[in-house]
């Protein structure tokens, strides 16, 4: 078997916040490189709340942001990132549809200050693992973001002014939306990589669980859907595994013949 490129989710794939990391699925990614294949993170989190002991588990390359910026080796393929005067209008919209937010950028993650930072169980999870830290407040001179993430309720109104510069990714299971620069997207982030390294795109494979892996499962050769996938992803996905809970990145790395 030639070397194989293999992209990773993080939450719900890799990771569940009350398990952690699998052991198995550390096993496996241990596995998977000593048959020198390409382990990739590609997630809808920005690189600044990425904890470092999961990269080091052996990730080289990262697809961060929802595909908005992408690294291997430490070195920077590509990145799309707004600054402070931007956010500004973006902001003020946010506000207007009753939506509470966090800017996510390669190095910090941006809040309003004057709210509670405990914006859904998701964000309160990410200061708990990467810490408090990682956090600044969009007050500061300088504010670099690659995407939004934004907690919904019933009154949130997502408005126009932020689907024409956003592509917008609803959570089907919680109440949590990802707003990524329009046109972007992980499968986006993977074609980067894949040129960056000259890989062939039959030589790819990807596991997901959630909205924002359908892109990536559509788009390289063997898409597989997690078992605790949300509904919409396991009918949609042409391959499936097992469940987080039930080993499912080790059964499905052996199912290929990967490790």
Known sequence: ????????????????????????????????????????????????????????????????????????????????VDNKET????????NEGNIDFVLEGPEYVYYDATKDLNIDPHIRGIVETVGIEKFKSFDEDEVVYNKISAAMNKKSVILDGIRQKYDVIVHSSIPVAEMVPKGTNKAVGIEKMLDYLGIDKKETYAFGDSNNDMEMLDYVEYGIAMGNAYPDVLKRARYKTKSIYDDGIYYGLKDFGLI
């Open 87 to 94: 956010a500004k209008e973006i902001i003020s919209l946010l």
């Open 1 to 80: 078997m030639g070397r194989k490129i293999v992209f990773f989710d993080i939450d719900g794939t890799l990771y569940a916040h009350d398990i952690g990391v699998p052991r198995s699925t550390i096993d496996a990614i241990e596995k998977l490189l000593e048959n020198d294949h390409i382990p990739v993170l590609s997630t809808g989190r920005s690189r600044a709340i990425i904890p470092q002991n999961l990269i080091d588990i052996g990730f080289k390359g990262i697809i961060a942001a929802g595909g908005a910026d992408v690294s291997f080796d430490n070195k920077e393929i590509f990145q799309i």
